[in-house]
């Protein structure tokens, strides 16, 4: 039994569809085609008698964690019912000490421009998902690119920003040197400053939390398929600066959620302050090219 670099095969893949009763155990071979690796993980199709399936796994280590905080982000927006979402259909560990979930094969099509309203209003009734207590956070931490988002709940959406979001990337960026000394005083005065620019009681809404142009597929019905979240209960502004960040969305997108749910006034102020967030991130994982766009916000907020 063929077992690649971290340890998987197409069997031990497809044991867990099995053991989730999704598709019967037979003789007729399984197929695993990788289909390339991206911070931590490998994504692949797995190609079974009962058709075929996406499958992502890690080997043992931090990437186990990950991918749990990953499939409990997708359970959530799944049984919010707003957006399609492709199901967990089976997770668990594998022989090797890593973990793997499997999800529905979906073909990309083209028809972004008119799936762009649709997408629109669908992330809008997702945003209306509220927690039911009116906190931040998520049950388990959730990944964004490499980094594990700590998601513990506050009650207080200022001081989740503030330390559950921006300190802990700084703290990263600082330990890889990516923190030149006037960045980070600017970094540190601006959040102890937050509350001077956000809401402390905005709704708790469910979020995709890494809504970028790739993180969405349109699929043979012409229906937008949210993949790749990195799921909390936050600020809804956050999803919408994020798509404004690097484009992707067609302009029916916006005008659709605009519609279905007004945003917040000032919304337009703040953004540069949530698009921070995901800067920072992309700081830290592709380096000073994008230490000018931190520090234009910098400056901007905090002098």
Known sequence: MRRDALGVSAADLFRLLVQAERCPEAADPVRLEPLGQAHGATRGALHTPCG??????TGPG?????????AAGLRALFAAGACRVPEVLAEGPLPSGGYAFVLPWIDDQSGRSEAGRTLGACLAALHRNVEPEGRYGFVRPTPIGSFLQPNVWSDD????YAERRL???MERLAALGRLPPERRRRLERLIDRLGDHLP???AASLLHGDFWGGNWLVDAAGEPVLIDPA???????????MAALFGG???????AYREAYPPEPGAEERRPLYQLYYLLLHLLFFGEG??????????RFAG
Do not use: C, I, N
């Open 52 to 57: 075929p399936f996406f499958v992502k796994w």
């Open 290 to 299: 994008y230490g000018p766009d931190v520090d234009s916000v910098l400056r």
């Open 157 to 160: 959406w200022v001081v989740f």
């Open 231 to 241: 799921v909390a209960y936050g600020d809804r502004e956050m999803d919408l600066a």
């Open 249 to 255: 969305f067609p302009p029916a997108f916006f005008a």
């Open 62 to 70: 931090a990437g186990v964690e990950r991918l749990k905080g990953e």
């Open 167 to 169: 300190r802990p990337v």
């Open 200 to 202: 402390r009681r905005p």
